[in-house]
Nanobody
Framework: QVQLVESGGGSVQAGGFLRLSCAVSGYKYSNYYMGWFRQAPGKEREGVVHIDSLGRTNYADSVKGRFTISQDLAKNTLYLQMNSLKPEDTGMYYC???????????????????WGQGTQVTVSS
């Protein structure tokens, strides 16, 4: 059974940085999708950045140049380095995964197979 556990969230001032980690267990890593979503109160969950089994990445326009996704398969860990944080980056960040994903497109939240519990990121102005 796949389990995703996020850590690394916190409260920082604008311009600061955080690194989120997602520890993965039970994942098959077969034609997989992994990524990060975020959700602010009262708003829809939105994709932040994604990586597939071929290493292709896709960043939301709002985070390009500031966020970097990486993965350490040996440690079964996914990372999100967030630099130059802005107040609008505030939200609950979720690690997400899905196997047997053969499409080139990024899954909608409803198509995500597994979610982490979320870690809160708060950026003050």
């Amino acid at each position: 059974q796949v389990q995703l556990v996020e850590s690394g969230g916190g409260s920082v001032q604008a311009g600061g940085f955080l690194r989120l980690s997602c520890a993965v267990s039970g994942y098959k890593y077969s034609n997989y999708y992994m990524g990060w979503f975020r959700q602010a109160p009262g708003k829809e969950r939105e994709g932040v950045v994604h990586i597939d089994s071929l290493g292709r990445t896709n960043y939301a326009d709002s985070v390009k140049g500031r966020f970097t996704i990486s993965q350490d398969l040996a440690k079964n860990t996914l990372y999100l380095q967030m630099n130059s944080l802005k107040p609008e980056d505030t939200g609950m960040y979720y690690c997400a995964a899905r196997d047997q994903w053969y499409s080139l497109r990024v899954p909608d939240p409803s198509e995500v197979g597994y979610w982490g519990q979320g870690t809160q990121v708060t950026v003050s102005s």
